[in-house]
């Protein structure tokens, strides 16, 4: 069974299409990235999925059950864009209170309230408030709060806007680390990131879907991506493009360069390119198995 299945989805506002017969199959597994231009319409499609709104036509299964279906207690959690923790209610109180929502006991709730802080590495400040804890901390505390109950599927939107680069590193490993348990569903416009964490990418502009691929997937068609420093690029053109295999290769104004070649010539373009350097002195700053996911996604 697909985790979340779309299937012709549509949302109006006041006669404005802003989701547009979107069609989205989405199995369990690998963090999954949901990226589009301010306005794509990637929150109005969490919110749907969550069943804080509802479509204007087609449908969504999450799990094969309809949004806001009992049988989903638990098994999906969100974290919206704007989420807020109450500033003067304990952590734990808040965190207790929402494990037993979701039908725990006190104790279990207690204990439950616990492991989630642990696992965002903030068990430290279970007893204090919010509103004494850092952006990034209180970001922490919302997503150890979406992990209560190991749902199956944890939407996060934009978790790591306005964090500083540590909350950010750790936000992402907690993403990494429970990804073995539960599937995450990312919103986000750091690229970067999304490529470190996903494989699958879902691509919206104007409410319409248009494109969804596999970061990671095997085809004929390998990709290098190749960043250089002092080096004369119209030559070093030239030479690769005549390398057999090679099918194409283009360059970007700052010195990088994405080679598109056949799989089957393997490491052979590695070694090529290496000899190359050698031969004319030329520096490389980076060389990337594959293409940057901006680069897959406006190429
Ligand atoms: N309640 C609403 N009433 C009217 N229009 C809305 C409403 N909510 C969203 N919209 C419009 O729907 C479109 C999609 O908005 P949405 O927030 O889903 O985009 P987004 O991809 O999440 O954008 P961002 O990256 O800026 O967060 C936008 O044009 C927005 O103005």
Redesign the pocket.
Known sequence: MNLIECTQLSKN??G?N?LNQVNISLKAGAPIALV??????????FSIICGYISASSGSVKILGESPNSAKLRGRLSALP?DAQLDPDITIISQLMLFAQLQGLSKAAAKHEAMRVLELVDLAQVVHEKPKSLSHGMGKRVSIAQALIGTPDVVLLDEPTAGLDPANAKKVREIVRQQSASSTFII?S?NLDELEKLCDQVIY?ENGSLKQSLSIQSKQNVEYLTLVMTETDMQALTNEVSSFEGVINVTTSTDKQMIIEYSHQHGFQLETQLLTLFAQHQWQYKSILKGRTLEDTLFS
């Open positions: 506002y006041s404005k802003v589009g231009p301010n306005g794509a319409g990637k929150t109005t499609l864009q919103s416009h919206l």
